[in-house]
């Protein structure tokens, strides 16, 4: 205060300041404590913590579908468009044999939230495999469009183009896929990558391609009798008759073997001769 009780003071005259230091030091808390929700609810719509996604899927790794299951809640609960979190959920509802694991990955894969290319890849890759060609055409062209350039895509998109006899497209994603990948595979994408050169009647190309894919087990009956076949074609008869072998010793009984092992022995060796009776 400036003046004493009944004082005399005049118009316009100061008589009091009032200590708003306090009451400042409790606003600027205040808009510190609005700030700092603000940024979390930010975060939160912009996609779920690493930290939840990193124990969610080392939850779903060994196998503890419980916990993994209140985790994604938790994170899905704080960022219901999380890309990431559904295509988690999806999984752990595809490994417990639940329905509707599909709808999650769809959710997922359209996400625009803490979702990527490899999101929308994995799912056009499903979609590939029940045979939704349209709809798998759709996430695989984003995914590539986004910059992904990872053989499982490039296979996808190779594939794609073989099943529309598109065969300058598929040999290029196919080829450019095979250098990215091993094992199992690799050799279905050579398979593909044989098929479209036998299309093209590029018969030793396929042969080859063809062989190279019966070096995995899993290949090594189908890979053997078509490069048998693409080798008869190309009129290269003994190698025709080595992968044809192959084929038979893995499946004597199975009749397409069993006509091309007797067309080929007839092209290298000639008809057998009729049997004559005095």
Wanted: glycine share 8%.
């Amino acid at each position: 205060l400036f003046v004493r009780e009944g004082e005399a003071v005049r118009a316009g005259q100061v008589i009091a300041r009032l200590d708003t230091s306090l009451l400042d030091a409790q606003i600027a808390a205040a808009r510190e404590a609005v700030a700092l929700a603000e940024a979390r609810l930010a975060q939160a719509r912009a996609g779920a913590r690493p930290g939840q996604v990193a124990i969610a899927e080392a939850q779903l790794a060994l196998g503890q579908f419980d916990e993994a299951e209140r985790t994604l809640d938790d994170l899905l609960r704080l960022s219901p468009d999380s890309g990431r979190g559904l295509w988690l959920m999806g999984e752990l509802r595809r490994r417990r044999g639940q329905e509707g694991y599909m709808d999650y990955f769809r959710r997922a894969a359209d996400s625009e939230v803490d979702t990527g290319p490899e999101i929308r890849a994995r799912y056009g890759l499903m979609l590939l495999a029940i045979g939704d060609a349209d709809a798998a055409e759709s996430y695989l062209r984003r995914a590539y469009e986004a910059g992904l350039r990872d053989a499982p895509l490039l296979a996808g998109l190779g594939e794609l183009a073989l099943r529309r006899k598109q065969y300058d497209r598929a040999e290029r994603f196919l080829a450019e896929a095979v250098s990215g990948s091993e094992g199992l595979d690799r050799a279905k994408i050579l398979m593909n990558l044989g098929a479209v050169h036998e299309a093209r009647e590029k018969w030793t190309n396929a042969a080859e391609v063809f062989a190279e894919a019966a070096r995995w087990p899993g290949f090594r009956a189908s890979g053997s009798i078509s490069a048998a076949r693409c080798y008869y074609r190309a009129g290269r008869y003994a190698a025709a008759m080595k992968y044809v072998d192959i084929a038979f010793s893995l499946r004597p009984g199975d009749r397409t073997v069993l006509e091309w092992r007797r067309k080929i022995e007839d092209a290298r060796f000639g008809p057998p001769a009729p049997t004559t009776y005095p």
